[in-house]
């Protein structure tokens, strides 16, 4: 009997490159949950106990912000992120740009 092991994302996001690059594909999606859950393999990659103190949360809330179906506030978000050492950013899609004539 041939046994697989369960693959988890967060056993590959060892470096800063490597979580930009995870979250910046879930941003892409069209489905917010995809962004949390996103955060979520990220902090589990980084240590939930430690992530929750660098953002200045409680370990309990920063669970429950990055749950499924949750809708966390903004600035938990901010706060998540930046205590992962990314920024997000905009650019231009191209693709039916706004006040385009």
Do not use: C
């Amino acid at each position: 009997m041939t046994r697989f092991t369960r693959f988890d994302a967060a056993d590959y996001l060892d470096n800063d490159e490597s979580i930009a690059e995870y979250l910046t594909a879930a941003l892409e999606e069209d489905d917010p949950d995809a962004f949390l859950d996103a955060l979520k393999t990220v902090a589990r990659a980084r240590g939930m106990t430690q992530l929750a103190k660098d953002a200045g949360l409680g370990r309990e809330s920063l669970y429950k912000a990055l749950a499924p179906g949750a809708k966390p506030r903004y600035d938990t978000v901010l706060k998540v992120v930046r205590a992962l050492g990314v920024t997000l950013h905009a650019e231009p899609s191209h693709a039916g740009a706004v006040g385009a004539r």
